[in-house]
């Protein structure tokens, strides 16, 4: 299948500060990614829709101007949380579908975020 | 837009048994429904998926089947061995037009005793 990487795999950060998340495609090009934050024994929630060229799409209740996401190239998303405080610290989970418009979502590793 | 309910919240059954896990969605749109597994601190990884042109789909032990007119799908594991303890995960999405985002049911944790 599809390779989705997530860089980096752990951070632990100050609370104020910004951490930046990246998500790539390594063996095919994707003009949408999508972007989850999961808490502990909880699912999987979309944040947001990142479309190479143009505006992410959030779901509602995610604050665009603290999750900001740029799609940049075909195979690279990045997702930055601004001013991170303790409520932030999850579990986030890049995903892309492995060829354009198809179904099948492969995720990324996953990045744990954590926030003193 | 979607909501999809997931039971049961936990599953526990003998090795060599059965699991069912049920879902049922919401928005009649939804036209695609996969099923991850999840093991701690790990990827969701798709394990099975069907369609909603599909009624049934069967992967070796793993079986998914979909009633489209009563909105649910379900998944079906048979012979089940130590290594299928894990977090599974239905989702659904409504892929018309290019690909979109799932929404997930709550996950059931399965466990297998040995």
């Known amino acids: 299948g599809a390779v989705v990487s997530q860089h980096p795999s752990r951070v632990i950060c100050k609370s104020g500060t910004s951490v930046k998340i990246e998500c790539r495609s390594l063996?095919?090009?994707?003009?949408?990614m999508f972007w989850y934050r999961q808490f502990p024994k909880q699912s999987l929630m979309l944040m947001a829709t990142s479309n190479e060229g143009s505006k992410a799409t959030y779901e509602q209740g995610v604050e665009k101007d603290k999750f900001l996401i740029n799609h940049a190239s075909l195979t690279l998303s990045t997702l930055t949380v601004t001013s991170a405080h303790p409520e932030d610290s999850s579990f986030y989970i890049c995903?892309?579908?492995?060829?354009?418009?198809?179904?099948?979502?492969?995720f990324g590793p996953g990045t744990r975020l954590t926030v003193l | 837009g979607e909501n999809v309910e997931q039971h049961p919240s936990t599953l526990s059954v003998q090795e060599g048994d059965s699991a069912v896990i049920k879902c049922t969605y919401s928005?009649?749109?939804?036209?695609?429904f996969p099923w991850y597994k999840q093991e701690l601190g790990k990827r969701p990884q798709l394990i099975i998926d069907i369609r909603s042109n599909v009624g049934e789909k069967k992967d070796q032990r793993i079986a998914v089947t979909l009633n489209k007119t009563a909105k649910h799908f379900s998944l079906h594991i048979t012979e089940t061995q130590p290594e299928d303890s894990a977090v599974y995960f239905c989702a659904a999405t409504n892929s018309g037009g290019g690909a979109d985002g799932l929404t997930f049911g709550k996950g059931t944790h399965l466990i297998i005793q040995p």
């Open positions: 995903s892309a579908p492995s060829s354009g418009g198809a179904d099948t979502q492969y």
């Open positions: 928005d009649s749109a939804s036209n695609y």
């Open positions: 063996d095919f090009q994707a003009t949408t």
